[in-house]
């Protein structure tokens, strides 16, 4: 059983930049892709950015392509979501999610995820 763990939300304005981080606990079972995602309210969950967790590929979702960073720390059982300039519609919570099928490449669909964390919110003021 993966457990995980999310920091680092909080307000921000317009422009601004905050960093979510993810620490995963109890890797008993494999897992391939990291991936954050996001929730508005009355908006559907988002896929937003995930990672292999073998070879570091990165896959982002358009609305975030360029301005968010994901990446991880293997010895330190972490990974990360920079996310830079923030825009008001960014405002959800956010969720990091393990999946531990074994696949060529890792994607934005929250039902192939195995572990979630319990969400940090973020919050963007304009």
């Known amino acids: 059983q993966v457990r995980l763990v999310e920091a680092g939300g909080g307000s921000v304005q317009a422009g601004g930049s905050v960093r979510l981080s993810c620490v995963a606990s109890?890797?008993?079972?494999?897992?391939?892709?990291m991936g954050w995602f996001r929730r508005a309210p009355g908006k559907e969950r988002e896929g937003v950015a995930a990672?292999?967790?073998?070879?570091?590929?990165?896959y982002y979702a358009d609305s975030v392509k360029g301005r968010f960073i994901i990446s991880r720390d293997n010895a330190q059982n972490t990974f990360y979501l920079q996310m830079n300039s923030l825009k008001p519609e960014d405002t959800a919570m956010y969720y990091c999610?393990?999946?531990?099928?074994?696949?060529?490449?890792?994607?934005?669909?929250?039902?192939?995820?195995?572990?979630w964390g319990q969400g940090t919110q973020v919050t963007v003021s304009s």
């Open positions: 109890g890797y008993g079972d494999k897992t391939d892709c």
């Open positions: 990672i292999s967790t073998g070879w570091g590929r990165t």
């Open positions: 999610a393990a999946d531990r099928t074994s696949r060529s490449y890792c994607v934005l669909r929250g039902d192939v995820y195995d572990y």
